[in-house]
């Protein structure tokens, strides 16, 4: 099975076909099968309701499985699969910038993950990279427990915008 398809289809595939669609959305083996329990969604705004809330509910060891499967800011995801090529989309405001603002997001991703000890998590879709190190810049100064509900969120948003990518 594809990566996108109809959500008829994705509310009727065999598990391991709709596992794959919805791993492509979302990382997190947890957050996978609660949405695999869910199903039948019938609409993309049920379904993508139920993904973004499932995010933001995740204990923090899933939402750590779910950012291991992100890149860092301002690096170019590697590989042909679907979440490669959709993260390579999302970051191409970073991507475009010019050398000193790209070494400044390298800096600025090096500091957040010894702060934090994880990857910067931004919903980077339509911002340049200059307000994407502005967002990372003004995220060191929170504490974790802030900076975890901020990744959360930011992750439901990845979420949001790969359900409707992925399901035609």
Same mark, same amino acid.
């Given at each position: 099975?594809?990566?996108?398809? +109809?959500?008829?289809?994705?509310?009727?595939? +065999?598990?391991?076909?709709?596992?794959?669609?919805?791993?492509?959305?979302?990382?997190?083996?947890?957050?996978?099968?609660?949405?695999?329990?869910?199903? +039948?969604?019938?609409?993309?705004?049920?379904?993508?309701?139920?993904?973004?809330?499932?995010?933001?509910?995740?204990?923090?060891?899933?939402?750590?499985?779910?950012?291991?499967?992100?890149?860092?800011?301002?690096?170019?995801?590697?590989?042909?699969?679907?979440?490669?090529?959709?993260?390579?989309?999302?970051?191409?405001?970073?991507?475009?910038? +010019?050398?000193?603002?790209?070494?400044?997001?390298?800096?600025?991703?090096?500091?957040?993950?010894?702060?934090?000890?994880?990857v910067y998590l931004v919903c980077a879709t339509g911002?340049?990279?200059?307000?994407?190190?502005?967002?990372?810049?003004?995220?060191?100064?929170?504490?974790?427990?802030?900076?975890?509900?901020?990744?959360?969120?930011?992750?439901?948003?990845?979420?949001?915008?790969?359900?409707a990518k992925a399901l035609v």
């Open positions: 099975m594809t990566a996108s398809l +109809p959500l008829e289809a994705l509310d009727s595939a +065999p598990e391991a076909d709709a596992a794959a669609v919805l791993r492509a959305c979302c990382a997190s083996d947890r957050w996978v099968a609660q949405l695999l329990a869910g199903r +039948p969604y019938g609409d993309l705004a049920r379904l993508t309701a139920v993904g973004r809330d499932a995010v933001l509910a995740l204990p923090w060891p899933d939402v750590e499985q779910a950012l291991a499967a992100h890149p860092r800011i301002g690096e170019r995801a590697a590989g042909a699969d679907r979440e490669a090529a959709w993260s390579r989309q999302e970051q191409s405001g970073a991507s475009a910038a +010019p050398a000193g603002t790209q070494d400044a997001l390298r800096r600025a991703n090096v500091a957040y993950e010894e702060r934090f000890g994880h911002r340049t990279a200059e307000e994407l190190l502005a967002d990372a810049t003004a995220r060191l100064a929170h504490d974790p427990d802030t900076e975890h509900d901020v990744v959360r969120r930011e992750l439901a948003a990845i979420v949001e915008l790969r359900l």
